[in-house]
């Protein structure tokens, strides 16, 4: 079992920036790939970004390139997710996923919100315009 906590979201104008980070606790946190999914209001739950257990490969949907960054830190238990030039579509909960099936590179389910055993509760980012 894994629980996880995200934390960092809130309120920022359009142009900010928002680090919001998911802290792990439980099993080794090292053997889990990392995934950022969002759901906007009435809208599906889409993916956002992937990472590796060793942070070696990362996944970024198109719409998150140039502007938003995944890492973590593997001493802290944590991934994190830098956001950068928000804008107002932007806003949604973000949650945070973990499953420990082995990734690769050219792995499909990483992008598969369905396929993470574990979840957080979420955190409410919101962009003022």
């Known amino acids: 079992q894994v629980q996880l906590v995200e934390s960092g979201g809130g309120l920022v104008q359009a142009g900010g920036s928002l680090r919001i980070s998911c802290a792990a606790s439980?099993?080794?946190?090292?053997?889990?790939?990392m995934g950022w999914f969002r759901q906007a209001a009435g809208k599906e739950r889409e993916f956002a970004a992937a990472i590796t257990s060793s942070g070696g490969v990362i996944f970024y949907a198109e719409s998150a390139k140039g502007r938003f960054t995944i890492s973590r830190d593997n001493s802290k238990n944590t991934v994190y997710r830098q956001m950068n030039s928000l804008k107002p579509e932007d806003r949604a909960v973000y949650y945070c996923?973990?499953?420990?099936?082995?990734?690769?590179?050219?792995?499909?389910?990483?992008?598969?919100?369905?396929?993470?055993?574990?979840w957080g509760q979420g955190t409410q980012v919101t962009v003022s315009s």
């Open positions: 996923a973990a499953d420990d099936k082995s990734v690769a590179r050219g792995s499909t389910w990483i992008y598969l919100s369905r396929l993470y055993k574990y």
């Open positions: 439980g099993r080794t946190f090292s053997y889990y790939a």
